[in-house]
Every structure is written in structure tokens, then in C-alpha cells.
């Protein structure tokens, strides 16, 4: 038991609070339902005093899932605490959280007292919310920036007027990790009663050390850690539900345990990311698309030998199918071979060393390489081998501009060259082409196609031609759509010609 560690989630309280990302009922018990399926222990619903809807949302989440402790939030005030009760009243297992700011900021600044009234008005809370519950947590607002010797004999208090959990918040995210552990070791060491409550962390991120201050909360006594999904909530966030949980899990020498089901913390994830309409930042540890892709040639080399060179977690525990090798300018040739082995072309090294340098050519145009570039890119390979091929291309164009379009054509080997204007520099072009190849040629179709949304993203061109009664096709892609429809004209001419150039 001492080595379990309790996961209170706040994503339905504390990261609602963020600007923007406020949820209605039904999409509350969405996100409810699925903390359950995750495993979490409690579930803050709600501030059920602060408005109507929120009393509504924490009644209807206490009758949708059994499982967790639904927990409401409350001041040191009775009213607050008789709305949270009456919330709470359909829940298998319920808690009030009641609290009071106890660092000197709080209690001059904000509260306008003094420390001994505080500590009157934080028993008097506990006491009464315990005529409803037995289940009560206190919270020490701003803890992480109260005297420790004064926190004690607030904690103290509160154990001994029934509370179950005393939740140490580093409200301001001001805490360095070694500066809060000790605050809970003394907590440990210096409260008589503390045995007969779970210390629970409450972290954060203002300063990005929400996660550590939280385990170093754990390692020196917390057994409860208050988290939310993705890490939202106000300012700069809370800890994450998701790192706590998959540190624990990878850390098996600290030897602590939590009851979460991490293959589900993805699909956890993105729907409070899609609910909330809150995008989760690429790079963020565990959830982030970035968290386990790998675009350095260097990297992507030691994954595919043996993932754990540079991956600390199997994806798959997390929820996803696996590691994501990124094609970039930064890839290697093992990269390469490994997407085009998925496409399902075996090819040898000395193709593999040729499909790489146009790949780098591509990439340097491209933030990264997806299937459809790789497929137009073993085309191209395939048409290198053709006898008539695009080896320049100017055009001159723009408002109050006759068009212009210079061509060079490599046919068997010999340089053509030719210049004509037209309706555009496309039809400039094509009408160069035709001056070089001299054969009647009537273009039937003509489809230009965007591959992705990106502007800097390939357009692939489809052309069909008629030659003598007969259709005939030609393709390519490029970054440069009036070169991908030059070189897919090209492309269908040496087609129709079948070689006879």
C-alpha cells in the first residue's frame, strides 16, 4: 500500500480553467467516462458553488461512473461546502476538497488576516464539510511559498479535525524540486498525526518544473498526485498526468506503482485535446506527435536496429502503434530503405545510393518527405531511364507580361532548344515543346493535384495526350508546378513516340 501512488485528476476543474477551453456537461462526461477507463483514483468535477452549470456537471458525472471518487472543490466557506455536498449526493464515492491560502501573501494580502484566525477558519471548514463526508481533503493554498513550521501546525490541525488527504500546492509553480521535497519531508518528520492522512502534491508549471516537483514530492512522502490530461490548466499549466504516470512505470527502481492503464493515455489525450480545442505541442513528452518520431539520420539508424537506443518507451504502452521514422533532409540511406521496404519495393544498394540523392534534392525543397513524394520519386527513377527528359526550364511572366517560356529537351542524348509566349507560362511552355518535337499533338487533359495542404508540399500533374487516334499519358511532381506539368507533357510525348524520337 505505501508504495501505490494516487492519481487525483483536475482536468475537469483546474485545466477547465483554462481561457477558451470551458466544457459543457455532455462533453464533461465524455472526459469523465474516459479518466475511468484510464484508472484514475478521483476525479475533481467540479467548483460546484461557482455556477449553475458546474453544480449540473458535478451531479450528472457522479451518476455517470462508479469506479473513481468523484471529488468538488470548495473555500473555507459553509455555503460552498453545503453546495458541494448537496452535488455530490448521487456518488458511489465521494470528497470535498476545502481549503484556505496559508502563505503570507494570502493571508495579508489576499485574505486579510493573521495566521491564528487561518488556522481557526481551516479546522472549522474540515469539521463541517466532515458532517457530510467522510472522505475530506484540505488544501493549503500557496503551501509551496508558506513557512514550513507554520504549514505543520496547519496540517496538524486539520488531520486532527478529520482530514483524510492534506494537499500541499505549489500554487505559483515558485518551487524548485529539492526545495519542495523538503517541504513534504518536513511535513513527514514534524507533523505527530501525519499517518492518518495521504500528502498530496499539487504542482504548477510556471517555472516548467511542475513534474519534478511533483516526484520529488513522491520520494519524499507524497502518496497522492494531482494532475490533469496534457498538462493543461491555469497559466502555464499543471502536471501531467500522462509523465507522472510513464515515469513511475519506467522508473521501476523508485518502486512506486500507480493504477493507470497507460495503453490508454493517447486516446485520453487527444480527446480532451479535441474537446477542449486545445492542440497539444508537438514536442510534448509522451503525447506530443514528435514524442516518438525520429528524423535524424543518426537516430533513425539506432531505432531500426533496436529501438531502446533511442526510444525510453515503447510507444505501444502508451497507445501507439509505433515509432514514427520522419523523412527529412536530415535522414539516412537506413531511413530510406526502411520506408521503401513499407511501401513494398525491395530495392539494392546501388538504387537505394541513386533514389537518395534526388531524395535530398526533394527534401532540402520540403520540410519533410511523406509515401506519395517517395512513390512520385521511384517514378522518377524509373523515368530517368527514358530517352527524352526536361534538362532546362525558364519562364518570364507576370502582370502586363506577354508570357515566355524557354525549354531544353535532352532527346537521345542531343540538346534541343527552344523558345515560344502563349496564355500563361505553362502554355508558353508546352507550346516550346511541341516546336522541338514537331509532331501533331492535341492535349486532352490536363490535372494539376496538390498532394498535401503545404505551400512548400509537391503538386502532382496528369496529363493525357491524343497522337494519331490514340491516348496517351504522361506524370510527374514537383515542387515547381509549371515544371511538373513540363516534364508530365514531355513524359506523355516520349510515351506516344514509343522510342521512335
Do not use: W
Amino acid at each position: 500500500m505505501d508504495n501505490r501512488i494516487f492519481i487525483f485528476d483536475t482536468t475537469l476543474r483546474d485545466g477547465e480553467q483554462v481561457p477558451g477551453c470551458q466544457l459543457n456537461t455532455i462533453e464533461k462526461i465524455q472526459v469523465a467516462k474516459m479518466l475511468e477507463k484510464l484508472g484514475v483514483d478521483v476525479i475533481e468535477a467540479g467548483f460546484p458553488i461557482s455556477s449553475p452549470g458546474d453544480f449540473n456537471s458535478v451531479i450528472e458525472i457522479s451518476k455517470a461512473v462508479t469506479e473513481p471518487t468523484i471529488c468538488a472543490l470548495t473555500r473555507a466557506v459553509k455555503k460552498d461546502i453545503d453546495v458541494a455536498a448537496e452535488s455530490l449526493k448521487y456518488a458511489k464515492r465521494k470528497r470535498i476538497h476545502t481549503g484556505i491560502g496559508t502563505s503570507i501573501y494570502h493571508i495579508k494580502y489576499k485574505l486579510n488576516s493573521t495566521p491564528e484566525e487561518i488556522i481557526k477558519r481551516a479546522v472549522e471548514a474540515v469539521s463541517y464539510a466532515k458532517k457530510y463526508v467522510e472522505d475530506i481533503e484540505f488544501y493549503a493554498e500557496d503551501a509551496g511559498r508558506s513557512d514550513n513550521v507554520y504549514l505543520a501546525q496547519v496540517i496538524e490541525a486539520v488531520i486532527k479535525a478529520g482530514a483524510t488527504v492534506v494537499n500541499i500546492p505549489d500554487t505559483t509553480g515558485y518551487c524548485l524540486p529539492y526545495d519542495y521535497g523538503e517541504k513534504i519531508r518536513f511535513l513527514k518528520e514534524n507533523v505527530s498525526n501525519i499517518d492518518k492522512a495521504i500528502i498530496s502534491t499539487h504542482c504548477h508549471n510556471d517555472l516548467g518544473m511542475a513534474t519534478a516537483n511533483s516526484i520529488s514530492g513522491v520520494v519524499n512522502g507524497a502518496r497522492q498526485v494531482e494532475v490533469t490530461i496534457n498538462g493543461i490548466g491555469e497559466r502555464a499549466g499543471n502536471t501531467s498526468l500522462e509523465e507522472i504516470a510513464m515515469i513511475l512505470q519506467s522508473h521501476k527502481d523508485l518502486n512506486y506503482y500507480t493504477n493507470i492503464k497507460s495503453k490508454k493515455i493517447v486516446k485520453a489525450s487527444r480527446l480532451v485535446s479535441t474537446l477542449m480545442r486545445m492542440p497539444v505541442q508537438p514536442n510534448k513528452a509522451i503525447v506530443g506527435r514528435n514524442a516518438f518520431a525520429h528524423s535524424s539520420g543518426i537516430h533513425q539508424d539506432g531505432v531500426l536496429k533496436n529501438r531502446e537506443n533511442y526510444e525510453i518507451i515503447d510507444p505501444k504502452e502508451v497507445g501507439i502503434t509505433e515509432s514514427s521514422i520522419v523523412l527529412t533532409a536530415r535522414s539516412g540511406r537506413a531511413a530510406l530503405k526502411h520506408r521503401t521496404k513499407k511501401l513494398g519495393f525491395e530495392l539494392s544498394k546501388d538504387k537505394i545510393d541513386k533514389l537518395y540523392e534526388d531524395f535530398l534534392i526533394l527534401a532540402d525543397k520540403k520540410k519533410d518527405i511523406n509515401d506519395d513524394d517517395l512513390l512520385i520519386l521511384l517514378h522518377e527513377e524509373r523515368r530517368r531511364n527514358k530517352k527524352m527528359k526536361l534538362d532546362l526550364l525558364q519562364v518570364v511572366c507576370g502582370k502586363g507580361l506577354k508570357a515566355t517560356a524557354t525549354v531544353k529537351i535532352m532527346i537521345n542524348d542531343t540538346e534541343h532548344l527552344e523558345s515560344a509566349t502563349g496564355n500563361g507560362p505553362i502554355d508558353a511552355a508546352f507550346t516550346a515543346v511541341k516546336n522541338i518535337i514537331k509532331r501533331k499533338i492535341k492535349l486532352e487533359e490536363f490535372l494539376i493535384q496538390a498532394i498535401t495542404r503545404g505551400s512548400d508540399d509537391i503538386g502532382k500533374v496528369h496529363i493525357q495526350i491524343q497522337r494519331k487516334g490514340r491516348m496517351y499519358y504522361g506524370f510527374s511532381a514537383n515542387t515547381d508546378i509549371i515544371t511538373a506539368s513540363v516534364e508530365a507533357f514531355i513524359d506523355a510525348i516520349a510515351n506516344s513516340l514509343n522510342g521512335n524520337l
